[in-house]
């Protein structure tokens, strides 16, 4: 497991591409991905006992783990890390927006509730 | 007439033999449930007493919670410290009497966290901080509580079916 502080710079760049729509990330069987150039980003979410962990992953073209950063929203890690694991929340949850095309599909049931 | 009273007098001896068996027996079978009521007795008054120290665990961490709510800091990192050593303490003294053993070792993993929590900043604890040891404080209160209930419970039932 990585140091956070290490790879900040580029969580801190994938969360501002990704708030600004131009990281597409798509739903895999443990989270979500997306590729920037030849690397890939998977992100995944977990739940134990309220206490929610975030888990960021850098893989190159051969699979190869180039970095995996991993937070938990206990008090300890808010403690020290609070940025960051606001960071990693907000990235997680705008690539689940992002994959599962959320405000599309809640504008289409909108409008199909208007026309019941 | 001697051969009579030979017989007789061995029809009372084994009567008087039996009986004084019978009554051995007797006695041993009150001694023996004497010997599980005083047990039994003594059984119960522990298990009130891992109650009770369960339930003053209980008020030191509603304590605690006190202290965050209303921003004592320093007054909270010192009852975290105390309640993780004595949640551990009574983990391991009141075992026998915990349903969920596990339990303890939750409540003091929070404990410790909530400790760890309030020192990780130099006592700076920003809102979202402070919000996630009150969970953590609510968490440990809901364990502690439960679990001295849930012996109280027991010794009721136990009560009941005599």
Known sequence: MSEVNDYATVVEKLLDRTRQGKVPWEAYSYGFRTRVGSYEFRIAKSEDRGDITISLGMLDDNNNEIFEVSLTDDPVTLGKHRQEVSALKELHELARRNALRVEEKVGEVSGLLDQL | ?162
Request: charged fraction near 30%.
């Open chain 2, 1 to 162: 007439m001697s051969h009579w009273i030979g017989l007789a007098f061995y029809i009372v001896t084994g009567i008087a033999s039996i009986s004084g068996a019978f009554l051995s027996w007797k006695a041993w079978k009150a001694g023996i449930s004497a010997r599980d009521a005083a047990r039994e007795a003594k059984r119960a008054v522990r298990s009130a007493n891992a109650a009770e120290a369960l339930k003053e665990l209980n008020q030191s961490a509603s304590e605690l919670l006190d202290f965050i709510q209303n921003d004592r800091m320093q007054a909270a990192a010192i009852r975290a410290r105390d309640l993780f050593s004595q949640v551990g303490a009574s983990r391991m003294r009141w075992r026998r009497f915990l349903e969920d053993d596990d339990a303890l070792g939750t409540a003091q993993e929070r404990v410790r966290k909530i400790s760890l929590g309030l020192t990780a900043n130099d006592g700076q604890i920003e809102q979202e901080v402070k919000q996630k040891l009150l969970t953590y404080c609510h968490a440990t209160i809901k364990i502690l509580s439960d679990e001295s209930s849930k012996i109280i419970a027991n010794i009721e039932q136990l009560e009941e079916k005599k």
